[in-house]
Nanobody
Framework: QLQFVESGGDLVQPGGSLRLSCVAS????????IGWFRQAPGKEREGVSC???????YYGDGVRGRFTISRDNAKNAVYLQMISLEPSDTAVYYC????????????????WGQGTQVTVSS
């Protein structure tokens, strides 16, 4: 079964940092683009960041400069390092796969995980 498992979400104070992990099972993600997405209550799912098979990276406007995506194909994993977290970053974070980053459009991605909750609050 093809799936992702996300982890690393937590409650942090504004200005804090977190590192999210996304591990794939059931397939080798080497040739896929892997994206991070988030969904806050009452809002649509939005693209946060993506890394393709060539290690090119893409970021949404609201996170550029604060978030860094990376991948370790040997571990079948993708990571999202987040710094300077803001209350507006509060959401469930998901990862998913596609053949390219497709402008970070969630509808083009598959194999969604269950997500990990990030809450930024004092």
């Amino acid at each position: 079964q093809l799936q992702f498992v996300e982890s690393g979400g937590d409650l942090v104070q504004p200005g804090g940092s977190l590192r999210l992990s996304c591990v794939a099972s059931g397939f080798h993600m080497n040739y896929y683009a892997i994206g991070w997405f988030r969904q806050a209550p009452g809002k649509e799912r939005e693209g946060v960041s993506c890394i393709n098979s060539y290690y090119d990276t893409y970021y949404g406007d609201g996170v550029r400069g604060r978030f860094t995506i990376s991948r370790d194909n040997a571990k079948n994993a993708v990571y999202l390092q987040m710094i300077s977290l803001e209350p507006s970053d509060t959401a469930v974070y998901y990862c998913a796969a596609n053949y390219d980053c497709s402008g970070l459009a969630p509808q083009h991605f598959d194999y969604w995980g269950q997500g990990t909750q990030v809450t930024v609050s004092s």
